[in-house]
């Protein structure tokens, strides 16, 4: 047996069109949607992030804002661009990317960002509102990570909510980022969901709390980390690691942190590095653009194929 391999690309394809649609509505009615990032200091991730960010603001006509700041500035620096892109009306939805240098206390920036514009979720307000289960954003990677389970459930024919309640989530990893809004959304599920750090791993229990997984959701950043000993038969992987590797000539390439060729035979779906939560991340991101530039105009929230029971569809009311 082979596992389904989930496509992220077709998955992000088909979320672009639908976004590209309520850009140009928002705009025949007059509101502009425009995504703003800020980096500080040169960081090989973040400028291909942003590369492939503009490209995709291109393509939905969403307006895009790059900001850089040198490696040696201060806090207070970075938090007049903030204030400045908070006060910019053409600007929907900002992003401080990751990470910042040691000098820059994360929380008193992510505090700065108008929580309205918060579209990752980082201002504590947002990820209160997450970790209540109420979210106004749902940060694009954990977002991303729902959105392909619950769209494969479908594909199965697997009753989603049967499908959670009966299950153990384990998430491996547990960043701000992605690994603790990944556990809430599995909450937000009703599923049964675990935890695991490092820690777990240093102690050579990583593979005891992974083999229970129903679902295992891997956001380490180390290449390779899970192997087939490290997960049950039938089980569904979703790999969120993106690490430079090396394929079989020597070549530069992508990999996950799940090592798929002696994964893939064993479960039952897993994720392809690339091309499975990445490109859907992508997209998300812009999705939640759409979503903050529908609140800061006073629209009702989205409704149709994103929301549902059991989706990853933020709730604006929460505003
Ligand atoms: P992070 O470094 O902030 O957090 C990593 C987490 O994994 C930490 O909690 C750490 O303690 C834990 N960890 C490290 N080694 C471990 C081990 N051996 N066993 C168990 N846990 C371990 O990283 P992050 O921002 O959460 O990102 C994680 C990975 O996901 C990275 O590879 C990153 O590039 C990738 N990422 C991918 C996307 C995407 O769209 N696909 C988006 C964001 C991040």
Redesign the pocket.
Known sequence: MSAQVIDGRACARSLKEGLARDVARLAADGIGVGLATVVVGEEY?SAAYERRLRRLADELGVVYRPRALPEGAGECELIDVITELNDDPRVSGILVL?PLPRHIDEASAFRAIDPRKDIEAVHPENAGLLALGVPRYVP??AA?VFHLLDGWLDSVGEDRADFYHRSRIVV????????KPAVSLGYQRQATVES???????TNG?GRHTRQADVLIV????AG?IRAEHVRREAVVID????PGRDAEGNVRMVG?VDHDSVAPRVRAITP?PG???P???VWLFHNAVLAARLLAGRPPLSGALSGPGSTEPLLEAS
């Open positions: 991730a990751r694009s990677t991303s491996v990893g547990r960043s701000n980022n992605v690994g695991v750090d490092e820690w777990a791993d240093r990583l956001a380490a950043g180390k980390l969120v690691g993106i690490n942190d590095v499975g939560v990445g859907v991340t992508d």
